[in-house]
């Protein structure tokens, strides 16, 4: 009982109470009649107590419940955006801002603010006038500004056409609203970063030889991003610089603002001066000050790197993700970088939330960490043991564990094996990792990066032994494609399958994942939601039977890319997916993307090739021979490692990228609704320009 039903129970007479205690003891309960009464009515007061309290906070659009935001709204004439996206769900922000906003309607740092608030994308205004070159008045001097770049200085060379541009152009007469056009007096434009930069907290470098290392946990070539940090002037004040947006750092950037991106001290010893560094560089353990860092050009010279820094200095190449240590410095037993990830979502693991997908929340987790003493065991391995069939494995750090693992589920439980909340540990596997269950058993992996080999579901525990493994979730984790990269980020295997189920009856969820090939016996059953499914060429077989060739599970797919051919039983609903594969000459599939059941299931609002053996289609593309000659998705990357990888380009038509049910677009980043953030920026934009201008939307990522 609650502090609020002993205390109503105590303002009663006591013969009441007294009463009530008696007649619990002669029925054998804890609590009389007169007490349930009394607890019913404080839990009601309770409720109405908060109501009036929320009431109160219902006045300030700062505490108001989201439901109240557009009434307030209402009352300074704001009007709600169609097509809200979950990420900018509310439009608190803007309501708040409103009458800040129209204050300075038509300012270049007021159109920046709408942009940010409208889209959730980090933003740049530019006022494409000043980029106008003209023969100057003598009254009405520009000091600095030139028709010619200074050669010698090279940072605003490469800055030349970005959000950041100092250099002058002539007259652009094009229009800027059909994106042609740029510089001109009437012209504003609106710089968005589609990509966000992602941390890897300490995470350990890969060896590559004595003394040189690579950032990337799989070996290949990364381009690390900057860290964007808040505006540091109050809100409306002042428009955005290089350090307030994500973006690839290059390596005169870092060597001439080295203090902005790198480190958290200037020297040994000295107090923290950057709380929110890009790049951290730890050699055994111990952080490297920047005085002895340098950013360097660390490409590939023959069978070495072209420089080796000088003595006490340690080089860091951001461009290629390399990390070359000076050579009288002992070669160290540990390093580990800290650094920025350039992609388009929360998908495929990272120190992003995941709480909410964790399925059995309840469960004490037995922990691993690499390091002795920071929790329950060292190796993942022994605290699958450690469960005895049931429970949850916790890895809390972002280690590399390259191991052999194994799971044996108990019958009527489950194991989940994932990644602590934000963090985004590497399991690399030396052989197959299988998975086997009791009856009705389930395992769940989250938020880990997995590469080396495949995940296998066996249809035998052991020669003789059923494997009953009832359910496998997969969420927020990747399976590399082609399970390794190499130097150049080339898929090591292409042919390599990530995910074999051999068990028949097993259910299969992949969810907010990044997968390589799968192959699944047609007896189960295969569900993607908000994934990729790479076979890492478009004439790969990317969904299959165990063969590679004949009909896999029966596949449900939702908001998903797959990139390479199909062939599944059966489709349950497919909705608002990219089946984008083909035909290699003289291939042996009837079609490139084929169900062998046509009679159930349908294909709704996706793209596939026009040839496909599919059940009915609804409101698909392309749906006329015509139009399969001239629609195609168009990806700004299809190779798993680059930062844009599986984006849509822009160039992509419009019947794909506004194509989904809700015209948003299809494909793997549908929940991120980008179109629908387009048009509401343009629809505010009308607003606030003023008379004469125009805007357009440029999009550096």
Known sequence: MNAGALKLLEMLPAIHRIRDAEIAKQRGLATGPLQDLMAIIAEQMDLMEENIEQSYDDLFIETCADWVTPYIGDLIGYESLHGQVPDVASPRAEVAHTIALRRRKGTAVVLEQLARDVTGWDARAVEFFADLGWTQNVNHDRPGVCYSPDVRDPGPLARIGSAFNTAQHTTDVRRIETNRGRFNIPNIGIFLWRLKAYPHTRCPALRLGPRRYLVSPLGHAIELYSRPRPPAEPFITALATPENV??????????????????????????????????????????????????????????????????????????????????????????????????????????YERQPSFTMTEATPVTVAQEPGLADHTTVQAALDALGGTGVVEIVDNARYEESLSVEVADDSGIELRAANERNPHLLLTVPMLVNGGENSRFSLNGCLVSGDQIRVPAETTPGNANRLRQLDITHATLVPGHALDGAGQPVDPTAVSLRVELAGVTTRIERSIV???????????????????????????????????????????????????????????????????????????????????????????????????????????????????????????????????????????????????????????????????????????????????AGLIYES
């Not at 039977?545 to 390479?564: E, K, Y």
């Not at 290699?584 to 294909?603: H, L, M, S, T, Y």
């Not at 001239?630 to 380009?649: D, I």
């Not at 990228?657 to 048009?679: I, K, T, V, W």
Request: aromatic fraction near 8%.
């Open 246 to 351: 994500p973006e690839a750092l290059k390596r005169r950037q870092l060597h001439d603002h080295l203090d902005r991106y790198y480190g958290f001290r200037a020297s040994s010893g000295a107090d923290p001066d950057n709380l929110e560094p890009s790049i951290v560089l730890y050699v055994d353990g111990q952080e490297i000050p920047r005085d002895q860092v340098r950013a360097c050009n660390l490409s590939d010279d023959g069978a070495v790197w072209a420089r080796v820094p000088p003595d006490d200095v340690f080089a860091i190449d951001p461009v290629l993700g390399r990390v070359a240590l000076p050579d009288n410095v002992a070669d160290p037993i540990d390093v580990e970088v800290s650094w920025q990830r350039g992609f388009s979502a929360d998908m495929g693991g990272g120190e």
């Open 516 to 694: 390589g090939a799968v192959r699944a016996v047609p007896e189960s059953v295969a569900a993607v939601v908000d994934s990729i499914i790479d076979a890492t060429q478009l004439e790969g077989v990317a969904f299959a039977g165990l063969d590679g060739s004949g009909a896999g599970a029966a596949l449900n797919a939702a908001q998903s890319t797959v990139i390479g051919k199909v062939h599944a039983r059966s489709f349950g609903t497919v909705s608002n997916c990219i089946l984008l594969a083909r035909q290699a000459p003289a291939d042996a599939w009837n079609a490139p993307v084929w169900a062998e059941r046509k009679q159930v299931g349908c294909v709704r609002f996706s793209f596939l090739p026009w040839n496909s053996i599919a059940p009915r289609r609804y409101r698909c593309q392309p749906d006329s021979a015509e139009a399969a000659r001239r629609l195609a998705p168009r990806f700004t990357s299809l190779n798993y490692g680059h930062a844009a990888y599986g984006q849509l380009s822009l160039s992509t038509a419009d019947e794909i990228r506004r194509g989904a049910d809700d015209e948003s677009e299809m494909g793997a980043f549908h929940h991120l609704y980008a179109p629908q953030r387009d048009r509401n920026l343009r629809i505010r934009l009308r607003e606030y320009l003023r008379v004469g201008l125009e």
